[in-house]
């Protein structure tokens, strides 16, 4: 075992904390609902975290204000999560607490909107804009080690889709490199209207709520998600779940296309489980990358039956929280821990007729049913793969 998942929050469309997100998996209720954001006049659906507007940040962080650091406010405030970091700075020390995040837009609204009232006589930007602390891709890492006063090795990682997952794996050789003795892995993806116009540009935006493995999917949606692990070194008699193994590559086939045969994503979950020492036998469950776009649903599947076979069961949780792009990966991880914690398989919400192309077994409305290993599934533009293994620790 790589890491123990000491402590974990997510938020999401689907609610703030873990207990929410589980009791929409299992009520089958989805956060997704038509687009009205920011006056982008899309005809598709988005999954929105409501009231991030009116969030407001601790005292003295004031200039870190923006949509993505509000989000990941909110997400620290749910399960605990604060009190676990603080907990754990105590136990080994500020400068021991690494810190990885995953986002591929960051505060990149609040430059948009800052060019909607631009002054264009002189063409500057509106004062208050503050481009270190609320705009850069490092924005939520540095928010959340100032808001804990922590000062171990931190880095956002920022690769498309895989962006949060990769963290997982950064994070796990940090604390094998000896540099850290717990660290904090993230995810954070707010809508913004960059995200927006380009996948309606690549014609990728669903009318419908999206609809993974469906014989009838025609896109995706576009989901916000904020979520924490805090990863401490796995231990004999720490009962939970554990980041068992992950699996990384990069086969560049296609700026937006994934290979069609799944070579880079098959390698990725191949080194994932030889790191895990498990056999595809042992997995229980995949939780899929699972876009609803025709391309890459079908060409995870070719990959995953490559790997672990036709009958595993596996599922897009996607229908539930749309795509968080960046947050993606640490958004199903905790679905998949939670899978394992629970003994729950998710099902893959808005499918009803699963594409004859997809022929592995393709989980539809959620059960009950005994998870101790479990892969999860994170592929990202260009060919940026990332597969994790969690497995339950006794």
């Not at 986002?103 to 930007?125: C, D, F, M, W």
């Not at 959340?144 to 889709?161: D, T």
Request: aromatic residues 6%; proline residues 3%; charged residues 20%.
């Amino acid at each position: 075992m790589l890491a123990h998942l000491s402590h974990m929050t997510l938020t999401s469309a689907l609610g703030r904390g873990c207990e929410a997100t589980l009791d929409a998996l299992r009520t089958r209720r989805s956060g997704l609902r038509r687009n009205d954001f920011a006056g982008a006049a899309y005809d598709t659906f988005t999954g929105v975290v409501d009231n991030l507007e009116g969030m407001a940040l601790p005292i003295g962080m004031e200039r870190f204000d923006c949509r993505s650091n509000r989000l990941v406010e909110l997400a620290l405030l749910q399960d605990g999560f604060a009190d676990a970091v603080l907990a754990a700075r105590e136990k080994v020390g500020a400068h021991r607490i690494a810190l990885y995040v995953g986002t591929s837009s960051a505060g990149i609204l609040e430059v948009e909107l800052g060019y909607r009232v631009r002054n264009e006589q002189v063409r500057a930007l509106p004062d208050g804009l503050r481009y270190r602390e609320a705009m850069n891709l490092f924005s939520p890492a540095a928010y959340v080690a100032e808001r804990f006063h922590i000062s171990g090795p931190s880095a956002v990682v920022s690769s498309a889709c895989s962006s949060s997952a990769k963290a997982f794996a950064a994070a796990a050789r940090a604390m094998a490199a000896g540099i850290c003795d717990a660290a904090i892995v993230g995810g954070v993806e707010t809508l913004c209207l960059t995200t927006l116009h380009g996948f309606a540009s690549l014609e990728l935006l669903s009318r419908r709520p999206c609809r993974p493995c469906d014989a009838q999917r025609d896109g995706i949606s576009l989901g916000e998600a904020a979520g924490f692990v805090l990863l401490t070194p796995a231990r004999e008699g720490d009962a939970g779940v554990a980041l068992a193994g992950y699996g990384e590559s990069s086969d560049a086939h296609h700026l937006s296309t994934p290979h069609p045969e799944g070579v880079g994503a098959a390698m990725a979950m191949r080194d994932a489980l030889s790191m895990a020492k498990l056999r595809a036998a042992e997995i229980d469950y995949v939780n899929l990358h699972g876009t609803a776009t025709r391309t890459n649903d079908v060409a995870e599947d070719a990959a995953i039956r490559s790997i672990v076979g036709d009958d595993v069961p596996r599922s897009s949780t996607k229908g539930w929280t749309g795509h968080a792009l960046g947050a993606a990966g640490l958004v199903e991880a905790v679905i998949t821990a939670l899978a394992i914690r629970e003994d729950f398989i998710p099902g893959t919400l808005h499918c009803v007729n699963v594409d004859p192309a997809i022929r592995g077994n393709v989980e539809l409305g959620g059960r009950d049913a005994p998870v101790r290993t479990a892969l999860s599934n994170s592929f990202g533009f260009g060919g940026s793969n990332c597969a994790l293994v969690f497995a339950e620790h006794r």
